[in-house]
């Protein structure tokens, strides 16, 4: 008998609405939303309610296509102005992830290659394009997680970070696809994952998504990385991406570039799953790639509590870079890649 | 004008009582507690209300001294089973930080060369032993303060990691008294500190005593340690230690570990301040240290939140071994020292 793993809509066309499970009630509760404005969604995106490169963009198009669906104008040029509004206004909820950008620009494109159609029939095939970026994922996951299951050996014990998983995509995930795609063939041994703080979407995401799915799995601080890495036979790492340069410097999230380090030190391979679109054609490499920073009390507040003292500095980068050099193999739709990217 | 730091008596003898800041308070409040049993001392070290290997080393001796002086026994072999039943009550406390052996053994040593003494003579001489420890403590923090300011350049930027500060020893700490001395001298720009998952010690204790002494102190996460040796211009880290083997293998907060492999990965120094009586001289390497694993809670429920789902496994171990080629230099009362040790 093979393992079959449990999956979760992350993000979906309901009715007209943009639903969501909102990412920030796990593991409590499995909540869902529905996004009827772009300024709800534009709030979701930026509260991390939904996360995940894949699935900011996703939910950056279903976004731009809801705009256009509520739209009554039945002037072309206020139309476009609408669509087009909703397009720059999305691309201003979070700087690093490139998908966000990729997928909003796909669906501008659409709207102009469309110039001449009738509104009505531009409404439709923009929410068509809008499910077709979805669908498009849900497929490029499972390519992704067939050729990253090659790469585990029987009895593996894998190291993860943050969350890559059906949570972070349309479903299935890129770093967790591989693992769950593993799983499902019997491969998988054991699965590490560091809580990553700040947010806590190893511990709230990773850990839910494993579990759900049968695979077993033990939580550490990121602070433990170093000694799992040390001590408990981890065969190689994996995580996924929020933008890859053309020399295949990778901005993931914050503690990624500490765990590929980590890696190195140990002879371990390390390896970044992620859809081709997570690939930055336009910049050479990580150093042209905006790295978002957010609150302190992302960090100082914590569970209603401070837990540091008032009138010191804090510094919270969301994202890091790590460089090429670091990262073994790039797992993608299109197989197993090294980089420079064309 | 030189800088002026601000220091806590965290450990002391309070008539007969021994008194302590209960650390789990900080940095909300700075909250004495008395403890005036064996039993509430050991569950306060146990709780790390008291920890820091330094200062569980002088309340452990303080311990001792308690129950010496609380006994009102006349006969002097059960005097000698009472303060001995304390020194091996005491030692189950925790088992990685050598001060707490060294420093029972010491009061233990003292009892066995007062064996001829009369009884109430060696009750106050024990408590002599004790508040010896801690003055020696407190001289040895400056030393190594005074010797590690050598090491610190003008305008200096340091990384830390947990607390070895004044509230981990007697006053004025180790790594921290190298920050204090190299402050007062004029020659730190700004520090940078992990928040140190899993009890935050670097967010709650380390930033609040680096502000109320004046010192610019940054918290990141633990995960941004590989961006802050990366960018922000560090010329070392320094860190405590738990117990240090003959050959310099180094037991220090998990974590630790991450911190120096990110170090030797960027060139940059990475120093452990310690008093000499953190060398075991018993053990050839860091495979004999034992490593303490706490309880899974201490990461999954936090501010009375669960942050994890249940039924997942959790290893929470609470530190980890630096090997000694990953160590530039040690800091000791005796000088910068290099292994091995004798």
Same mark, same amino acid.
């Given at each position: 008998?093979?393992?079959?793993?449990?999956?979760?809509?992350?993000?979906?066309?309901?009715?007209?609405?943009?639903?969501?499970?909102?990412?920030?009630?796990? @593991?409590?509760?499995?909540?869902?939303?529905?996004?009827?404005?772009?300024?709800?969604?534009?709030?979701?995106?930026?509260?991390?309610?939904?996360?995940?490169?894949?699935?900011i963009g996703?939910a950056a198009a279903l976004g731009v296509?809801?705009?256009?669906?509520?739209?009554?104008?039945?002037?072309?040029?206020?139309?476009?102005?609408?669509v087009l509004?909703a397009v720059e206004y999305l691309r201003t909820a979070?700087?690093?992830?490139?998908n966000l950008f990729w997928a909003t620009e796909k669906m501008k494109k659409k709207l102009?290659?469309?110039?001449?159609?009738?509104?009505?029939?531009?409404?439709?095939?923009?929410?068509?394009?809008a499910?077709?970026i979805?669908?498009?994922? +849900?497929?490029?996951?499972?390519?992704?997680?067939? =050729?990253? &299951?090659?790469?585990?050996?029987?009895?593996?014990?894998?190291?993860?970070?943050?969350?890559?998983?059906?949570? &972070?995509? &349309?479903?299935?995930?890129?770093?967790?696809?591989?693992? =769950? +795609?593993?799983?499902?063939? /019997?491969?998988?041994?054991?699965?590490?994952?560091?809580?990553?703080? @700040?947010?806590?979407?190893?511990?709230?995401?990773?850990?839910?998504?494993?579990?759900?799915?049968?695979?077993?799995?033990?939580?550490?601080?990121?602070?433990?990385? /170093?000694?799992?890495?040390?001590?408990?036979?981890?065969? =190689?790492?994996?995580? /996924?991406?929020?933008?890859?340069?053309?020399?295949?410097?990778?901005?993931?999230?914050? /503690?990624?570039?500490?765990?590929?380090?980590?890696?190195?030190?140990?002879?371990? @391979?390390?390896?970044?799953?992620?859809?081709?679109?997570?690939?930055?054609?336009?910049?050479?490499?990580?150093?042209?790639?905006?790295?978002?920073? +957010?609150?302190?009390?992302?960090?100082?507040?914590?569970?209603?509590?401070?837990?540091?003292?008032?009138?010191?500095?804090?510094?919270?980068?969301?994202?890091?870079?790590?460089?090429?050099?670091?990262?073994?193999? =790039?797992?993608?739709?299109?197989?197993?890649?090294?980089?420079?990217?064309?």
């Amino acid at each position: 008998m093979t393992n079959q793993a449990v999956y979760y809509q992350t993000v979906s066309w309901n009715n007209g609405k943009v639903r969501l499970i909102d990412q920030t009630f796990l @593991p409590a509760k499995l909540v869902y939303i529905d996004c009827d404005t772009v300024e709800s969604l534009w709030e979701a995106i930026r509260s991390l309610r939904v996360r995940g490169a894949p699935a900011i963009g996703i939910a950056a198009a279903l976004g731009v296509a809801m705009t256009a669906v509520q739209s009554v104008t039945t002037e072309r040029e206020a139309f476009h102005q609408e669509v087009l509004g909703a397009v720059e206004y999305l691309r201003t909820a979070r700087p690093t992830a490139v998908n966000l950008f990729w997928a909003t620009e796909k669906m501008k494109k659409k709207l102009q290659a469309l110039a001449k159609e009738p509104i009505g029939e531009v409404r439709q095939k923009l929410l068509q394009e809008a499910q077709e970026i979805l669908e498009e994922d +849900r497929r490029t996951c499972r390519k992704i997680a067939e =050729f990253g &299951a090659r790469l585990v050996p029987p009895g593996a014990r894998i190291m993860t970070h943050c969350n890559a998983g059906g949570l &972070a995509t &349309a479903e299935y995930g890129t770093a967790l696809g591989i693992i =769950f +795609r593993a799983h499902e063939l /019997g491969k998988v041994k054991e699965v590490f994952v560091g809580e990553t703080r @700040p947010l806590l979407q190893g511990a709230r995401l990773t850990s839910w998504e494993l579990k759900q799915a049968g695979v077993a799995v033990t939580l550490v601080c990121d602070t433990m990385a /170093g000694s799992v890495l040390k001590q408990k036979g981890i065969d =190689f790492v994996v995580v /996924g991406a929020d933008r890859i340069a053309v020399n295949g410097d990778t901005a993931n999230k914050i /503690g990624t570039y500490n765990l590929a380090v980590l890696a190195q030190y140990h002879k371990i @391979p390390f390896y970044v799953a992620a859809p081709w679109s997570t690939i930055d054609l336009s910049i050479a490499d990580g150093t042209q790639i905006p790295i978002e920073e +957010r609150a302190p009390k992302e960090i100082t507040l914590w569970g209603g509590k401070q837990w540091a003292p008032d009138g010191i500095g804090v510094w919270n980068p969301a994202f890091d870079v790590t460089p090429a050099e670091l990262i073994t193999a =790039f797992v993608t739709e299109k197989g197993i890649l090294r980089p420079p990217f064309k």
